[in-house]
Antibody, heavy 113, light 107 residues
Framework: QVQLQESGPGLVKPSETLSLTCVVS?????????WGWIRQPPGKGLEWIGY???????YYKPSLKSRVTISVDTSKNQFSLKLTSVTATDTAVYYC??????WGQGTLVTVSS | DIQMTQSPSTLSASVGDRVTITCRAS??????LAWYQQKPGKAPKLLIY???SLENGVPSRFSGSGSGTEFTLTISSLQPDDFATYYC?????????FGQGTKVEVK
């Protein structure tokens, strides 16, 4: 059974960097699928941030590309998100996912001083 | 980015009703479309992929159809557990995008 679990700070100050990690169990990241991050501002819809293919090819949402980095650590079977220069508009529940079928439970990140 | 437009935004229905949600793409996405169900405080759950393929374990009352730019999600007989928000998502292009969501509420 595949499981994904997000972890990271729940509060980030404006202009700082948001960092989250997704630990995957029950499936090897290097075996296949796309692995990515989605966010959902409170009361709003879903937005893909970016994803990485198991071969290492990455794609980022164009409007976030200058601030986003997704990295993969196959030795730990996990992948990470870094979003720099955050503002209040980056406040959201952040989900990691194995596209399209498995999602983590999500973690709320609030950007506030 | 390819824009995905769902209609309606809100749908009021009763248990047993047949429910249809539409998703339109701003350009052709072939069959690169998924449907998700989301309940409050929970992660989205995959229902349909490749426009019409039912995900394992999803009840057969859910079905998807369409290709190109117009797609539908149908619930043949609405059950109490189906009151939720539904999202379409295209993955035909590199830039994946979701529709804005359709909330199915109790009439």
């Amino acid at each position: 059974q595949v499981q994904l679990q997000e972890s990271g700070p729940g509060l980030v100050k404006p202009s700082e960097t948001l960092s989250l990690t997704c630990v995957v169990s029950g499936y090897s990241i290097s075996s296949g699928y796309y692995w990515g991050w989605i966010r959902q501002p409170p009361g709003k819809g879903l937005e893909w941030i970016g994803y990485v293919f198991h071969t290492g090819t990455k794609y980022y949402k164009p409007s976030l590309k200058s601030r986003v980095t997704i990295s993969v650590d196959t030795s730990k079977n996990q992948f990470s998100l870094k979003l720099t220069s955050v503002t209040a508009t980056d406040t959201a529940v952040y989900y990691c996912a194995r596209a399209p079928d498995q999602w983590g439970q999500g973690t709320l990140v609030t950007v506030s001083s | 980015d390819i824009q995905m437009t769902q209609s309606p935004s809100t749908l009021s229905a009763s248990v047993g009703d047949r429910v249809t949600i539409t998703c339109r793409a701003s350009q052709s996405i072939s069959s690169g479309l998924a449907w998700y169900q989301q309940k409050p405080g929970k992660a989205p759950k995959l229902l349909i992929y490749k426009a019409s393929s039912l995900e394992n374990g999803v009840p057969s009352r859910f079905s998807g159809s369409g290709s190109g730019t117009e797609f539908t999600l149908t619930i043949s007989s609405l059950q109490p557990d189906d009151f939720a928000t539904y999202y379409c998502q295209q993955y035909n292009s590199y830039s994946w995008t979701f529709g804005q969501g359709t909330k199915v509420e109790v009439k």
